[in-house]
């Protein structure tokens, strides 16, 4: 990657870019004509708060995004709402964002399981590469509040027909216990 972007933990410094994430995440899930799990400013402004956002800068220009969050009583970890803006596409960017993202996670929550749902060929590699493996739903967090988040997806009448076992998305699960003789982070 030629273009050296900024990748950090986002803090109070960056809620400017609040709006401008949500309008990319946006536009992009019209463009692609899938789903997604719809955030509010005042949620990505917590999350930002908590220390769980990754931003990529070119500048101050907004590039990349991605945040985590815990379900089930932190023995889950999620990573959602990775976003590269079009321009800065197919250099690389998401990879690093998702390793920042993986190791902020593996950091705070050493012992919970990172999971993630996509539709995405790029993440799925991504994720691949990190250690996960694709999974059934079974195998993610009961928590209600964590699916209650894909009620906002176009696909949600999917998911709740199936009664919640299957949808489009492509479920992908890193359990640290399958890691632990190669590699702690
Ligand atoms: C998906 C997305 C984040 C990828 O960002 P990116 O910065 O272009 O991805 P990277 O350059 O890091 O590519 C990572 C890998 O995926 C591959 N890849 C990238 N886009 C791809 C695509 N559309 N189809 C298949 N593979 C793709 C790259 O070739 C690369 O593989 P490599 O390691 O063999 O070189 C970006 O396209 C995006 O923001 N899309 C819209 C939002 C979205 O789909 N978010 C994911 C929701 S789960």
Same mark, same amino acid.
């Given at each position: 990657?030629?273009?050296?972007?900024?990748?950090?933990?986002?803090?109070?410094?960056?809620?400017?870019?609040?709006?401008?994430?949500?309008?990319?995440?946006?536009?992009? +899930?019209?463009?692609?004509?899938?789903?997604?799990?719809?955030?509010?400013?005042?949620?990505?402004?917590?999350?930002?708060?908590?220390?769980?956002?990754?931003?990529?800068?070119?500048?101050?220009?907004?590039?990349?995004?991605?945040?985590?969050e815990?379900?089930?009583?932190?023995?889950?970890?999620?990573?959602s709402?990775l976003?590269?803006?079009?321009?800065?596409?197919?250099?690389?960017?998401?990879?690093?964002?998702?390793?920042? +993202?993986?190791?902020? =996670?593996?950091?705070?929550?050493?012992?919970?399981?990172?999971?993630?749902? !996509? !539709?995405?060929?790029?993440?799925?590699?991504?994720?691949?590469?990190l250690g996960?493996?694709?999974?059934?739903?079974?195998?993610l967090?009961?928590?209600? +509040?964590?699916?209650?988040?894909c009620? =906002?997806c176009?696909n949600?009448?999917?998911? +709740?027909?199936k009664?919640?076992?299957?949808?489009?998305? !492509?479920?992908?699960?890193?359990?640290?216990?399958e890691?632990?003789?190669?590699?702690?982070?």
């Amino acid at each position: 990657m030629d273009k050296k972007f900024e990748i950090l933990v986002a803090n109070a410094s960056h809620l400017q870019y609040v709006d401008t994430i949500l309008n990319t995440i946006e536009e992009a +899930a019209k463009i692609r004509g899938t789903g997604i799990a719809k955030r509010s400013p005042e949620y990505l402004t917590q999350k930002i708060l908590e220390g769980k956002a990754i931003l990529a800068l070119d500048g101050d220009i907004f590039a990349g995004f991605c945040y985590i969050e815990t379900w089930g009583n932190k023995q889950f970890v999620a990573n959602s709402g990775l976003i590269v803006v079009e321009q800065y596409r197919q250099l690389g960017l998401a990879k690093k964002i998702k390793k920042k +993202a993986f190791k902020l =996670s593996r950091t705070k929550f050493p012992d919970a399981k990172l999971f993630g749902l !996509t !539709t995405s060929a790029a993440v799925m590699k991504i994720n691949y590469e990190l250690g996960y493996r694709p999974v059934t739903f079974a195998e993610l967090t009961d928590d209600e +509040a964590f699916w209650k988040g894909c009620q =906002s997806c176009v696909n949600y009448p999917i998911l +709740a027909e199936k009664n919640r076992r299957f949808c489009m998305c !492509t479920a992908m699960l890193y359990d640290p216990k399958e890691h632990k003789r190669h590699r702690r982070i």
